[in-house]
């Protein structure tokens, strides 16, 4: 596959260090709050990377952190404590937060179908390993000891910076805000690897360290998360955008320096979800989440139709009108998917191979999703047996993750019960109307009770509903009449 690489600038064939094999590692979200359908932009479209990558045959392994050290705002340990900010607004413990907002991101990629990675670190978990990666740096000569604090020396490096070709507007979310001058840094690049002098009185997360008692600088829990279970050669790093520098420079600057040999060759960053107002972001306070979606009566499907529309190297600008339009059209392609006839077996295999083929150039083609979506349509349109169709279409789906089939064959459930209730609604002479799952006898009892409720003989009424009830049968009263169904 050909895939954009943030490191060399182009695309390039994307080639692994093992034959067959993929590490992967993507920056997890910070939790303390829900995450923004921004964030999860960025996870849908790495999700299908991912899944195309298993299409493909490939073996990945695929490791996120998440980040609940969210102390930090920026490497100068200005700004807020995130975290803390979060327990006291919902009046818990940081760690409270941290769990009950990675189970509500886990909670939203379920509902987006992004597929779990194969491994989930919380930075919480691994500080020992932390603490051994600050440690090996400063024994080969590239952090130093200022103020309580360790830094990251940039001097040391012959290289930096490498992601520069983003848009400086892009980077500033990475920047971010209320960073000050700290003035223990050597050079103007310097991070910090370990805090021990915290301007935050109520730090809530401490531990003890060769260097003091501190918690770990922003950046290296994931170097030391993909060392841990991607080992020393990862093959791509995922994230957003805002993510590129500086905390993915720093994480390269860590990683090379420790391990002593080139870390990850390939780059892939997500560009940002804007509104019409701007940027999507979490510390700016009003924001959308996929429960927010949901609320308003969207499909999170639609979501994930929407976002496949774009390129991953394109921003992204969300509205309603736009959002409204990918649910009309995902809804009218399920419709058109479930009047497919499933029992069919005569699969073209020429045409399949070819139209798969066409499939996996587009993706393969630095994920051009919006030509993928495009081929599920050519496929309806194909002159060839709905077998063929339906198959193309499974196998495209494992790519997109659309849940295509399985919404359709719901829809044709549906289609089916509405069709049943259709034929069994009876209007009687009387023009009253009986919904129900077509049987004689019942519609009778139902009339009966009807007629009493009529004539104000509740008794008698009350009395044919707890015989229908002993039958399993339950009435709700709708306009003009009654349904009843088996329950
Ligand atoms: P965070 O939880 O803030 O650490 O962010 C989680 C992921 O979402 C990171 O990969 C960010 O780069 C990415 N991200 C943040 N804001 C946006 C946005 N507006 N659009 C797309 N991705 C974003
Ligand atoms: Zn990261």
Redesign the pocket.
Known sequence: MYLYNSATHKKEPFVTHTPGHVEMY??????YHF??I??L???IMEDVLEKFLRYEGLDVNRVMNI?DVGHLTGDSDEGEDKMLKGARREHKTVMEIAQFYTDAFFDDCRKLNIKTPDVVQPATGLIPEFITMVQGLLDKGYAYLAGGNVYFDTSKLARYHIFFDHDEEDLQ??VREGVEEDTNKRNKNDFVLWFTKSKFEDQALKWDSPWGVGYPGWHIECSAISLKYNGEYLDIH??????AFPHHTNEIAQSESYLGHPWCPHWFH?????TTSG????SSGEFLTVQVLMDRGYDPMAYRYFCLQGHYRKNLTFSWEALDNAQVAYNKLIARLAALRTEGKDVDEELLAERLGRFKKFIGDDLNTSMGLTCVYDMLKAKTSDATKLKAIAAMDEVLGLRLLSRAQAKREENARAAAAAKAAKTSGDGMTILGEGDEEIDELCRRRAEAKKARNFEEADSIRAQLRDRGIELTDVPGGVKWRRV
């Open positions: 993507t920056c997890g979200p910070t939790v995450a923004h921004g964030n932009r960025s996870y980040t979310v990475g995922c994230g957003g955008v805002d993510n997500v560009h940002h979800l804007n940027k999507m972001s979490k």
